[in-house]
């Protein structure tokens, strides 16, 4: 059974950071492409970040610069690095594996910004 468990998270003063990871099974990691989304309360799902098998990357314009998207290929790991976080970064930011019509979520992950 495919599994995406994320760790990270959690609560962070604004200009500060945070990583988020997302461990996926062996059979899926090496093919899949990895997806960061988030939804705030209130608002429509976003996209965040997307890393190729490659390690190609792309990041949506509102986390350019400041969002870095990486994959550990020993540990089936991805990640996803947050910095200077603003308020408006607060959501739940989920992992989702993606190939062909295959698509798989992690449980999500709070991340909140506040002073």
């Known amino acids: 059974q495919v599994q995406l468990v994320q760790s990270g998270g959690g609560l962070v003063q604004p200009g500060g950071s945070l990583r988020l990871s997302c461990a996926a099974s062996r059979d899926i990691f090496s093919t899949f492409i990895f997806n960061w989304y988030r939804q705030a309360p209130g608002k429509e799902r976003e996209y965040v970040s997307l890393?190729?098998?490659?390690?190609?990357?792309h990041y949506a314009d509102p986390v350019k610069g400041r969002f870095t998207i990486s994959r550990d290929n020993a540990k089936n790991t991805v990640y996803l690095q947050m910095n200077d976080l603003r308020p408006e970064d607060t959501a739940v930011y989920s992992c989702?594996?993606?190939?062909?019509?295959?698509?798989?979520w992690g449980q999500g992950s709070q991340v909140t910004v506040s002073s």
């Open positions: 890393i190729l098998s490659d390690g190609g990357a």
């Open positions: 989702v594996a993606r190939w062909e019509t295959a698509e798989y």
